[in-house]
């Protein structure tokens, strides 16, 4: 069946190092200090946000208030409940059954420290556990080597160079058997063992339907 259904809006998925629960308005601050940032926009192929705090908190309040139905925006914590960063899977499309991830880790310090392949590796879990999607995908600059390597270590694949806007990126994949054939343990606990409690996700998108960043206007 086709039709919109609520996103998860209280999910608390946990992992070895980090946690992936729901966006709040608590997390506005150190969202809207990671969006000015040029490096870090440019390690996303995005500008830098150039709105002022007050105006960005509209945007953010909307994110936490409105969830769009095609994507699930996650909050990234350490285990010990530090937010360092956002994960996201949008574009979510039943037709093509897939769906795309995108993650950011913005406080430095957690960087190259494990944290990125433990937050992907839960999020493959719980998108895999609990949607029929057999394929996830994202987009990296290909000169973003821990990324990729990072990517690589929680199960993507490197497909091909993508020239977009003027960047290049790589496309990475992981499809549903090869995900079940690594991670057999997952799939023999019950579904209480899912890395989370979580809400029905998401079904289904039109094909014109994305989840363009609205601060960008990209
Ligand atoms: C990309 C990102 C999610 C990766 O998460 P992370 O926690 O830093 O990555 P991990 O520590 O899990 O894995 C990175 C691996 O790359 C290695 N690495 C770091 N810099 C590297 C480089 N320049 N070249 C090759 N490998 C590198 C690390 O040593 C690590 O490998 P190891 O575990 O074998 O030691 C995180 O760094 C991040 O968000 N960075 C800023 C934003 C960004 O790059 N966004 C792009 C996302 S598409």
């Known amino acids: 069946m086709r039709g919109e259904q609520q996103a998860p809006t209280d999910l608390h998925l946990v992992g070895e190092l980090t946690v992936l629960r729901s966006k709040s308005m608590d997390d506005a601050e150190a969202d809207y200090s990671w969006r000015i940032d040029p ?5 996303d192929a995005t500008r830098p946000v150039t709105l002022t705090f007050t105006e960005y908190l509209r945007y953010h309040r909307d994110d936490v208030n409105y969830p769009s139905p095609w994507s699930v925006r996650m909050a ?28 950011m880790i ?6 190259s420290r494990g944290y990125g392949t433990d ?27 821990r990324a990729q390597k990072a990517f690589i270590k929680a199960g993507f694949t490197p497909v ?18 090869e995900w079940e054939a690594k991670n057999p343990d997952l799939l023999t606990s019950s579904s209480n063992d899912a890395p989370a409690e979580t809400a029905p996700a998401p079904t289904s998108t039109s094909a014109s339907q994305t989840d363009a960043d609205p601060l960008l206007g990209s």
């Open 39 to 43: 490096e870090l926009a440019a390690l």
């Open 119 to 145: 937050v992907v590796k839960t999020a493959l879990a719980q998108i895999f556990m609990t949607t029929e999607l057999e394929r996830v995908y994202l987009h990296t600059l290909s000169h973003n080597y």
């Open 76 to 103: 990234i914590d350490t285990i010990g409940g530090h937010h360092i960063g956002n994960c996201m899977y949008y574009d979510i499309n039943t037709e093509k059954s897939q769906c795309e991830l995108g993650i």
């Open 160 to 177: 091909t160079d993508v020239k977009r806007d003027g960047y290049e990126f790589m496309l990475m994949e992981v499809w549903r058997p």
């Open 106 to 111: 913005g406080d430095r310090d957690y960087w």
